[in-house]
């Protein structure tokens, strides 16, 4: 994406309108230079990268240090959004279930037989769910049999949390 510079260090996107009175190509940022692009107020911005314990929460596109840049207004992650982004593998799944939850595998199976089967949709998805819960390699915490075992556990979401998190840090 291209940028317009209107006025000084002011950065807008350019909607393909007209430059000094000359209309120029879509494609003009793989026919010039940033050099003759800068040249008719054209820029392309730099992406900067956003730290892992932090979230973009607005861009703004500005010039740092000379160079055209896109700046992140940066906020912490919170826990749960880094819950969120943490895959388990399933032995650190079973381990935080078990050692940081109280919830055995065992038990796991007994939310899963809760679940109703009245319907023949239901029961596909029960028989799906226990398929998963014993055959998956890498948990994510919005996994759907996850949320379906937390909803009927005594757990919040915030010790999960804690303990989804705790267990991204386990090796193995």
Known sequence: MLYIETPTDTFTPWDLGPIAGIRHPRNIEQLWTDAELAAIGLFKAVETTIP?????????????????????????????????????????????????????????????????????EEAKA???????LRNQQVFRRDNALLMSII??????????????????????
């Open 52 to 120: 892992v314990d932090m979230r973009s929460t607005g861009t703004d596109i500005q010039r740092v240090a000379g160079v055209v840049t896109k700046v992140h207004t940066l906020a912490n992650i919170t826990d749960h959004e880094k819950a969120l982004t943490t895959e388990l593998p399933r032995p650190a799944f079973l381990f935080i279930a078990e050692e940081d939850l109280g919830i055995t595998e065992v038990d796991m199976e007994g939310f899963v037989a809760l679940m109703s089967e009245v319907t023949p």
């Open 126 to 132: 029960k028989r799906k769910a226990l398929k998963v």
């Open 151 to 172: 909803a009927l556990s005594p757990l919040t979401d915030a010790q999960v949390d804690t303990a989804w998190i705790a267990g991204g840090e386990l090796t193995w």
